[in-house]
């Protein structure tokens, strides 16, 4: 079992940035699984179903939900066990508890509000 804490949020104002983070720990292995895993970005909206965000592997690359391609960046650091989450150019309907995933392991979130 991978154990994954994420950080970063808070509250922004609309065309604000943050970088939002995810760091893996727990056993060898399971670091190690972190370092190979489909490591997925998720959010759920107020009222609204959980949604992928974006998606890093080393089998399809980097994925994106179109509304966040060229505003969020996803990037790995297998050195630190991190995979953060960079948010530019945010809007109110990015507004959002984040979490991460990786095979069956979630984080316990982060929330992030954009607000004028």
């Known amino acids: 079992q991978v154990r994954l804490v994420e950080s970063g949020g808070g509250l922004v104002q609309p065309g604000g940035t943050l970088r939002l983070s995810c760091a893996a720990s727990?056993?060898?292995?399971?670091?190690?699984?972190?370092?190979?895993?489909?490591v997925g970005w998720y959010r759920q909206p107020p009222g609204k179903e959980l949604e992928l965000v974006a998606t890093t592997s080393r089998s399809s690359g980097v994925v994106y939900r179109d509304s966040v391609k060229g505003r969020f960046t996803i990037s790995r650091d297998g050195a630190k066990n991190t995979v953060d989450l960079q948010m530019n150019s945010l809007e109110p309907e990015d507004t959002a508890i984040y979490y991460c995933?990786?095979?069956?392991?979630w984080g316990q979130g982060t929330q992030v509000t954009v607000s004028s």
């Open positions: 995933n990786c095979l069956d392991d």
């Open positions: 727990g056993s060898v292995s399971s670091t190690a699984a972190f370092r190979v895993c489909t």
